[in-house]
């Protein structure tokens, strides 16, 4: 079975947790001997993805047991890439680079794809275009959250998947199906499912809903993600909690989607941070974009409370994001600044760093898909404090649970995991045992299942 | 004449509720009051009274043969004489009528016997108190909370004059020897009674399970497995706690049809009869010598007891409340020591359960709260509360 599958980032390039969800569920299918080709907007030469194509549109990166299987004339077909890398050039394309006039004629074409087309026109005042919302101020505010020409970039996106993919098919069956990761690849997966004929699996990682902290955020991205859910053959969500959502927001019936929880790696190199990091001060973090979604505010207030009893805690924010400054500017009206330090940005080393050095890892997000981060801490011997609202409460047993706007229950958390190293300990060991439950494996046969499901 | 014996416990705990670390009130309570009692009532409906009742039917229909033994905790006699009362009535009709024995054990149904010595005496002695004063009776077989016993036990129960002690058949004590015949504590005279596991947990565990391969359980089957020990027992311990009943499994389950049917069917065999612990004490020798050096209990595989300190949450939760009840004796103040008596029930060190696998499914089931850790943190806020209302300093937090 060949998969097509479509995605936004690829580690080691990535802004969260798509990629990483990305690279696991593809390591565990390629084991399970289902070949895959993954297509990403933009490939960077170090990524190390040898269990499968991964590729720009455009471009095909070979695999090296591939590459050796080419004869040299089929060689010959390959362009080298730029930086000299092995990401190279999809052989057999009748035209290597369409250009946009190429393109609109190609759609022309296409009548039901048009459609498609038109239906995402539809959504906003211009789907290539920039969103932007007026303010009371008569300013302009981007409300996103993503690159100021996110739209234009998907439409770009979508449009050279369909050029890159649609003429190496020709008249041969060349994908079984096609899966496609969040809402950003929804208009590339739709369009090419309708145009090949064969079944999209839409998975949704994360909604607007869980972005915008509960709220109903961008209009637009919404009608995407119901484009896309709505369009599938099936939908996996992440966690019951995201299906949920799905169901509510979007009106999609509940036996079209699966759940499959993520899963995760452990990294046997990751213990030797403890002994450097480890101070005096007892060290919460809470490690993430500093959004709404997240819910630092709650992380803060939260605080304001536990330095009154623990008063030489300290209180980590790692991450950035557009609440960044409002957070600064509150630890200092609570008068607790103090207690707090901002790190801003981590990149992955840092990120190891800070969860060995805290003693307790916090996640008090409004809205979480999944929070695989939870799952990271336990591999640092911190134990994680999650709020409810979060898919990965439906995982991880030996945590602490509490409603994201419960404040005191959350401080009473905080206190009583300072005060005892037996609690700590114990939620480390036992939640040990729980993530040997949660493999990409079993993320991967539920994934199979589901794919000779919608074939049969 | 071998002699089948019933045995079942009786027990509701003060469960403690989500108790704040800022709480502030002094007179705060640290006990459920409204889960406590909607639990009793709960399950005096749907096991106390109905099983009671149809006891009691047997106990008049055959007539004296139909003989059954219970041990009821004190903190169970205290919820039924709040909430329930005529749950209380039924059991008093149960024991004038001569065929039902109450046993002794912890007023608490605390871990005392393995943590506190005087305290283990003192709870011991409350708990008869109340039997005296409730039933007009005095216990003259033992039973410690949760089938808790080693030999250490054992000396301590045969010094307060008890006749037999009940206790787990655990395979490792047992080795080549049988639970169907009277045991005795090396160097003493206290005679020990073993549970049956295997037909204990047949009713208890397995009855309603649709996947088991005895499935339905019905009566003849059961009398029949019975029988089988004829030649080759003295007496059958069937012991286990009363809720399995109309609780852990439901009416639906046919569980009063097959208990409604069992003694015809047991006493269908000639031979065959019942008898309380003390009557069974009586009338039987005791086989040999009975070493039990590690403290066993009935619950779990391993028959330990992991299932209420196998954690550091449950020691550390442990140790604090030892500590705090030995102030609270020094100064003697009646009403706190009821209180750090009621923290010392075991329910609540069970709720801190983590064990993982199968054992810690069933854990889950019995518990009020979401999780452990839930239950050990709500627990410490309360000692944090006493230790307060006690002028004692939080050591906890000069500890970080």
């Known amino acids: 079975m060949r998969i097509l599958m479509l995605g936004w980032e690829y580690p080691p390039h990535i802004a969260g947790g798509l990629g990483i969800a990305c690279e696991g569920l593809t390591r565990a299918l390629a084991r399970q001997e289902l070949e895959i080709h993954f297509i990403v907007p933009q490939l960077f030469g170090d990524e190390d993805a040898e269990h499968m194509v991964l590729q720009e549109p455009h471009r095909r990166r070979v695999p090296a047991l591939a590459k050796q299987e080419l004869t040299s004339e089929e060689y010959s077909l390959f362009g080298e890439d730029e930086a000299g890398g092995s990401p190279l050039r999809i052989p057999a394309l009748l035209k290597p680079y369409w250009n946009e006039e190429d393109f609109e004629y190609y759609l022309s074409t296409r009548s039901d794809l048009k459609e498609t087309f038109q239906q995402l026109a539809d959504l906003g005042s211009g789907f290539f275009e920039e969103e932007t919302e007026s303010t009371e101020g008569g300013a302009v505010k981007k409300k996103s959250g993503y690159g100021p020409d996110i739209f234009q970039e998907i439409g770009r996106f979508t449009a050279r998947v369909l050029q890159s993919v649609l003429p190496s098919v020709g008249t041969t069956k060349e994908y079984d199906l096609i899966h496609a990761h969040d809402w950003i690849t929804f208009p590339a997966g739709v369009s090419l499912a309708r145009e090949l004929q064969i079944p999209l699996i839409t998975h949704v990682h994360s909604l607007e809903y869980d972005r915008s902290g509960g709220h109903h955020g961008s209009e637009r991205i919404r009608g995407i993600e119901r484009l896309g859910v709505t369009h599938a053959t099936k939908v996996i969500a992440v966690s019951h909690y995201t299906k949920s959502i799905i169901h509510r927001e979007h009106s999609i019936p509940k036996e079209k989607i699966a759940v499959v929880h993520n899963g995760i790696y452990s990294k046997e190199v990751r213990n030797h941070y403890s ?46 994001g557009d609440m960044l400054g409002k957070m600064i500017r509150l630890t200092h009206e609570l008068g607790i600044s103090e207690n707090f330090h901002f790190t801003g940005f981590l990149k992955e080393h840092e990120v190891e760093q800070m969860f060995s050095a805290a003693d307790l890892y916090v996640m008090p997000s409004v809205s979480e898909p999944f929070g695989i981060s939870a799952l990271e801490a336990i591999d640092f011997n911190t134990p994680s404090l999650i709020s409810k609202q979060s898919g990965v409460a439906e995982v ?61 | 004449m071998p002699s089948v014996c019933f045995y079942f416990q009786v027990h509701q705990p003060y469960r403690i509720r989500p108790f704040s670390f800022f709480e502030s009130s002094p007179s705060a309570d640290y006990f459920d009051e409204s889960a406590n009692r909607s639990i009793m009532k709960k399950v005096a409906e749907k096991c106390y009274l109905p099983t009671n009742q ?4 047997l106990i008049h229909r055959f007539e004296g043969r139909f003989r059954i033994s219970y041990s009821i905790t004190g903190v169970a006699l205290e919820q039924m004489q709040r909430y329930a009362p005529e749950v209380l009535d039924s059991f008093q009709q149960l024991v004038r009528t001569g065929c039902v024995e109450l046993l002794g054990e912890t007023y608490y149904h605390s871990l005392a016997g393995v943590y506190h010595r005087p305290e283990f005496l003192e709870q011991i002695k409350l708990h ?73 947990d047949d009713i208890a565990f397995r009855f309603g399970d649709r996947g088991w391969k005895s499935y339905p359980l019905r009566s003849e089957t059961f009398a029949e497995w019975i029988h089988r020990g004829s030649g080759n027992a003295e007496v059958v311990n069937l012991f286990m706690d009363y809720e399995t009943f109309g609780e852990h499994q439901w009416d639906s389950t046919g569980i009063f049809d097959f208990l409604r049917h069992l003694p015809e069917q047991i006493l269908a065999k000639g031979d065959w009869d019942f008898a309380t612990p003390t009557e069974v004490a009586d009338r039987y020798p005791a086989r040999g010598a009975l070493p039990v050096e590690r403290l066993t209990s009935w619950a779990d595989e391993k028959r330990d007891l992991t299932a209420w300190n196998g954690n550091e949450i449950q020691e550390r939760a442990l140790r604090e409340v030892y500590e705090i009840h030995e102030e ?32 810690g499914d069933v854990h889950a089931y019995f518990s009020p709260y979401d999780s452990p850790y839930d239950a050990f943190i709500y627990y410490m806020n309360v000692l944090r509360h006493l230790r307060a209302r006690l002028g004692l300093q939080g050591e906890a937090e000069h500890h970080i």
Request: hydrophobic share 40%; proline share 2%; net charge neutral.
């Open chain 2, 128 to 200: 008869r108190d109340l039997l005296n004063e409730l039933f007009g009776v005095s216990p003259t077989v033992f039973r410690n909370t949760e089938l808790i016993y080693n030999d250490a036990i054992g000396e301590i129960i045969q010094d307060l004059g008890y006749k037999a002690i009940i206790a787990e058949g655990a395979d490792d004590i047992l080795d080549w020897r049988s639970p169907n015949f009277l045991h005795h504590l090396p160097g003493g005279s206290l005679k020990l009674l073993l549970k049956n596991y295997r037909l204990s």
């Open chain 1, 275 to 320: 002994t450097q990091w480890k101070g005096k001060r007892k060290v919460v973090l809470f490690l993430g974009r500093i959004t709404i979604q997240k819910g630092p505010d709650y992380f803060v207030q939260a605080a304001k409370r536990v330095v009154e009893h623990i008063p030489e805690v300290l209180f980590v924010m790692a991450g950035t």
């Open chain 2, 54 to 57: 149809l006891l009691l039917e």
């Open chain 1, 396 to 456: 991880l047993a030996h945590s602490l649970k509490f409603d994201f706007w419960d404040r005191d229950r959350l401080s009473d958390l905080i206190i009583n995991g300072l005060l005892h190293e037996e609690l700590r300990k114990d939620m480390v060991l036992m939640a040990r045992e729980e993530l040997k439950r949660l493999r990409w494996d079993t993320a991967a046969s539920k994934t199979r299942e589901l794919y000779y499901d919608v074939l049969s």
């Open chain 2, 328 to 359: 609270i004796l020094r100064r003697g103040d009646r009403e706190l020591l009821d209180i750090s008596r009621r923290l010392q029930t075991s329910d609540h060190f069970y709720y801190m359960c983590t064990k993982w696998a199968a054992d």
